[in-house]
């Protein structure tokens, strides 16, 4: 086998299993969330090769990327007056028809009445 066949045969072994690990979540989520990862590890690497750890933990540095990031807070706005005058509206439309199937009720008995 050639170094290409090697490497196509290579390259469809690790897309066969990263579909294997990606299961049913979609690919372009998947990507997102392993090109995130490799480069997370990638600057975690870079940074532990370079970095002087003697000097690191003598100035007590925090090396925590959740202590600098601040999570984007992703919760939906909710105007409570307009909330409220939803509920409003919604409540007569409510009443309205239990009182045209209060109405509709009362005819229907009458005519059995009747009848």
Known sequence: ??????????????????????????????????????????????????????SVAEKDYNLSVSTYVEAKDTREVVDIAELNAELATNVAKINRLRVDIDAIVAEIEDEEVAA
């Open 1 to 54: 086998m050639t170094s290409i066949q090697q490497r196509a045969a290579l390259q469809w072994q690790i897309w066969q299993i990263a579909n294997d690990v990606r299961g049913s979540v979609d690919g372009w989520d998947f990507k997102q969330y392993v090109l995130g990862t490799l480069f997370y590890r990638f600057i975690s690497e870079n940074f532990a090769a370079s970095a002087d750890h003697a």
